[in-house]
């Protein structure tokens, strides 16, 4: 049952993801429509503990990794202010996100999100 609601929550958030990407950047990008994919195939088989901890490690739009390129701190900044619409553990938008769990990288992060109009 675990695997099957956290299905559910990764397709919302893949929803809302998409939709804050159309207004912030104008358009959906080819990793905005494959954002998180890898989730709905790793839920059923490893479960939600290791799939999470292999998402994070490996995707391109978690910090620290997405600090290496702009496009993936976009990435990473629209998965922030986009959270707050279908994680009700994650109510922060992305600028409240920055500043509470990734204060170190602010001067990296914030630059891009005044681009962005955050």
């Not at 429509?33 to 739009?61: C, E, M, N, Q, V």
Request: hydrophobic content about 35%.
């Amino acid at each position: 049952m675990e695997r099957l609601s956290k299905l559910k929550y990764t397709l919302r958030h893949r929803r809302a993801f998409r939709k804050t990407e159309r207004l912030l950047l104008g358009k959906n990008t080819v990793s905005g429509w494959l954002h998180d994919i890898d989730k709905l195939f790793l839920y059923p088989i490893l479960g939600a503990r290791l799939t999470s901890s292999l998402h994070r490690r490996f995707s391109t739009h978690h910090i620290p990794r997405c600090i290496k390129r702009e496009k993936w701190i976009v990435e990473a900044i629209i998965d922030w202010e986009c959270a707050r619409y279908t994680k009700p553990d994650k109510p922060l938008n992305a600028r409240d996100t920055l500043i509470k769990h990734y204060s170190q990288y602010f001067q990296d992060v914030n630059p891009v999100l005044l681009k962005m109009g955050l």
